[in-house]
């Protein structure tokens, strides 16, 4: 089945900035949607941003307007979250997510990768 592993994650001062990957093995490109959740301890997973793999439509969640950008590679085998103004509540733990309808819901994705921390100190 599909893998995604992520990277780029790390501690960044308040304001700073992360580039966040996702890269993907198996058959990626049976899914018509990549998207970016973040999950701290004792929470549900968050919607932070999706791009579709044809076409390119993006789609964030209002916390992240203006500040994050996600975006697929020319080769559609990765996608990365561009993260600048970074906050301290950006905290969390980030996964990437592949599945077939452009949504919030974290149900409607098929598979995760394991995650990569950012933390954000202020």
């Known amino acids: 089945q599909v893998q995604l592993v992520e990277s780029g994650g790390g501690l960044v001062q308040a304001g700073g900035s992360l580039r966040l990957s996702c890269a993907a093995s198996?058959?990626?490109?049976?899914?018509?949607?990549m998207a970016w959740f973040r999950q701290t301890p004792g929470k549900k997973r968050e919607f932070v941003a999706r791009v579709a793999w044809s076409g390119g439509s993006t789609y964030y969640a209002d916390s992240v307007k203006g500040r994050f950008t996600i975006s697929r590679d020319n080769a559609r085998d990765s996608v990365h979250l561009q993260m600048n103004s970074l906050k301290p509540e950006d905290t969390a733990v980030y996964y990437c997510?592949?599945?077939?309808?452009?949504?919030?819901?974290?149900?409607?994705?098929?598979?995760w990768g394991q995650g990569t921390q950012v933390t954000v100190s202020s």
């Open positions: 997510g592949a599945g077939n309808f452009m949504s919030d819901d974290e149900a409607r994705y098929a598979y």
């Open positions: 198996g058959r990626p490109f049976g899914f018509h949607v």
